[in-house]
């Protein structure tokens, strides 16, 4: 089933979600939406007054919380075609605009770069980082999250069966990537909370078994995955032992 975004603004096309990219307005996809927004609304108090590129931004909506956070200005990147002219659409903030071209190919200076869940796409994860380090200049920042392949993988799996992805890193796999190409890498690790992490103790407990043994696996899931919300995660410097356990690594990158 293919689905898409709902009750969109007139004028604004909707994008289908095809896993490629998360989405907000699709209640089906809202755990994987509050997993990237939580992290989102994080840097946007960090890049206040900064001026910003939001690289892969998808939809736009990133674009939009670092723009309405404070940032001095705001440019979503995204080569995608229709992820952009529906972002130009949609979100219309003072000095957030909307450019469509290559990650490799953006050569705007700038204070600070976004790029979340994306280096598990791309092949030239290092060159990328370079890039960035250069396009920030001296003081300048980079943020750049991954998915944990160790929490993302079915348990014994050497990754994920997501087809968009290249490369799933390991939490120490990341961290020497990030080291080679920065001279200050301060990485977090992003944690179910509230009510996700009573959801994952009730799954070790066997929830899992019950849920579908009673027939209340769409019932319960229809209701429980629209009302996940941003405090349902925890984004925290973590040690390099607790990195194991995370859901994301989300890496600050200082050039």
């Not at 079915?154 to 990537?177: I, Q, T």
């Not at 179910?192 to 209340?216: E, P, S, T, Y």
Request: aromatic share 10%; net charge negative; glycine share 10%.
């Amino acid at each position: 089933m293919l689905f898409e975004q709902r009750d969109q603004p007139p004028g604004v096309p909707p994008l289908a979600l095809t896993g490629e990219r998360t989405l907000p307005d699709v209640p089906e996809e809202n755990y994987w939406f509050q997993r990237h927004l939580v992290v989102y609304e994080w840097i946007a108090r960090h890049v206040a007054g900064l001026r910003v590129a939001d690289l892969a931004c998808g939809e736009g909506y990133g674009s939009d919380v670092l723009a309405r956070g404070g940032a001095a200005t705001v440019v979503g990147v995204d080569a995608n075609p229709e992820a952009h002219e529906h972002a130009r659409l949609r979100y219309s903030h003072d000095g957030l605009r909307f450019e469509r071209t290559l990650v490799e190919t953006f050569d705007e200076p700038c204070d600070a770069i976004v790029f979340l869940q994306t280096i598990e796409h791309v092949r030239n994860a290092g060159e990328i980082l370079d890039r960035f380090k250069a396009l920030v200049g001296p003081g300048g920042v980079a943020f750049v999250s991954t998915p944990n392949v160790l929490t993302l993988a079915p348990p014994g799996a050497e990754r994920s069966g997501n087809p968009w992805h290249v490369h799933e890193y390991r939490p120490e796999e990341f961290a020497a990537l990030c080291r080679a190409h920065f001279p200050s890498v301060d990485l977090h690790g992003l944690f179910h909370a509230r009510k996700l992490a009573l959801h994952a103790g009730a799954l070790r407990l066997g929830w899992d078994a019950v849920h579908r043994r009673l027939g209340l696996t769409k019932p319960f899931y229809d209701r429980f995955t629209p009302a996940i919300d941003v405090r349902d995660f925890a984004l925290r410097r973590a040690a390099a032992g607790e990195l194991g356990g995370c859901l994301d690594l989300v890496a600050v990158l200082r050039a």
